[in-house]
């Protein structure tokens, strides 16, 4: 037989709020042990007569907190079982034991395995003390978050926030860059140290930028970000973009976005993809977030029109690609390597072709040009083409002889065009010219969707050069001979060359 364990909870910091019962439990134990002598109640523990050992040690042998709260559960479990059933031993923690105290949830869960008689009594937590000193009710909406593991997903400003764990002036600094990506820096913010102890408790209001400059930061120390609803917090969560498209969708909404379908928002769709990849060929910041939050709208509606139906909503959007993302990383999420890019996109076509099989649909029945958008822009589309067909082996075998593909295709269209040929014949001449152009730019690496929009920037980059040059004149394109319009985009020819 074991010995039982208890844990008890020291309460806040304050020795006048430890329970009768606990220090009876103290009183009576076969040994105690703390998990840190760095506490208030401590020296009342003393004065009573209850000696202990404690775990400081062990904070200076591990690199990491759970390292510490892993020998913590590992030593009470050892000496538990080396006792006998007319034993008690109690492991005293600062609070209450089921607030933040990892060592207890470990010891839950290991005590159920091993078959020790654990008991947990509950003490004031620092949480208590947090309600009456700070002057909030937690009803009206509470988190609770920990300083050493805290994330931008977590903040919620409409919520009452503590943060937990502010054991140094480092957590603290994690805390400030982790509620600076929601919070402005000069955003007013709460820091209390041992809250309720008599002599000790200091409150103190401190712009965020702030935060890991103030002095004191210790095991009682906590950060309170008040309850905040204004727009200019809220309007950076998603659930206040979700909440906002619902409203522009509903019947006291816009006429305008009520109307719209599917079929209707297409085009916009299309629209703002161009508009944002317009913004990447310009590096261009400012109005790349622009963009693509238009780009995110209709995402945003689409979604919003399903989410009316019953369908789905925007939150199963994202799951579906949070799933996708990492079904699909084997190398980052499960036990696959990828030592390249390459080997990398390996292992996304093969969990592409798996998530196929698990869907009833046998990747080696398709065709091998399956996966490719029906509504691709055509040179897009002719690249992805001949893309799957190399994969099976319809290819050329090097670039020469693609080249000279283009060669015969070109001969073709001339001929089409010196015989009067239909405008429909020439038509398919000229895109066998384009189709067979853009396997060459596949064999030599280039994608030819942005090979054609360098041209097209650098031809309006000429021209608005030629036009400049021309209105510096008096005259204008339009007035001018193509042979003076040649000279001066040989000129900006010039001037790009000696740019470079």
Known sequence: MSARLTVVGLGSGNPDRLTLGIVNKLRGASKVYVRTKEHPAMKALEELGVGSQSFDELYESFSSFPEVYEAITLKLIEEARSGD????????????????????????????????????????????????????????????????????????????????????????????????????????????????????????????????????????????????????????????????????????????????????????????????????????????????????????????????????????????????????????????????????LQNWEGMKAEEKRRKGIKPESESALSGVPLDLPALMKAYKLQKKASKVGFDWDNIRDVLAKIGEELDELTEAIDGGAPAEEQMAELGDLLFAATNAARFIGADPEEALTRTNRKFVERFHYIERRLKDKGTAPKDSSLEEMEALWQEAKTEERAKR
């Open 85 to 344: 059933n007319a034993e008690e031993i109690v492991y005293a923690v600062p609070g209450h034991p089921m607030v933040a105290e990892s060592a207890v949830s470990k010891l839950r869960l290991r005590c159920a395995e091993e078959g020790i008689d654990l008991n947990i009594l509950g003490g004031e937590s620092f949480l208590d003390e947090a309600f009456v000193r700070l002057g909030f009710d937690p009803i009206e909406g509470f988190q609770l978050l920990d300083a050493s593991g805290i994330s931008r997903s977590q903040l919620r400003p409409e919520l009452h926030t503590l943060i937990g764990q502010v054991y140094d002036t480092f957590t603290a600094s994690e805390a400030k860059l982790c509620l600076m990506e929601l919070y402005p820096p000069e955003y007013e913010v709460v820091v209390g140290h041992a809250l309720g102890v008599e002599g000790e408790e200091r409150i103190v209001r401190v712009p965020l930028y702030e935060l890991d400059r103030q002095e004191g930061y210790g095991n009682l120390s906590l950060i309170y970000i008040p309850a905040d609803r204004s727009e200019s917090l809220r309007n950076r969560t998603f659930a206040r973009l979700h909440e906002i498209v619902g409203i522009l969708r509903s019947p006291e909404g816009c006429p305008w976005d009520r109307e719209q379908t599917h079929e209707s928002l297409r085009k916009n769709l299309i629209e703002e993809t161009y508009e944002v990849l317009e913004t990447i060929d310009e590096d261009d910041p400012e109005h790349m977030k622009e963009e693509l939050g238009d780009l995110l709208l209709q995402i945003m509606l689409h979604s919003q029109m399903e989410e009316e139906l019953g369908t789905f909503d925007m939150f199963d959007v994202i799951e579906g690609l949070t799933g996708k993302l990492i079904f699909r990383h084997p190398h980052v999420f499960g036990d696959k390597d990828a030592q390249d890019a390459e080997a990398a």
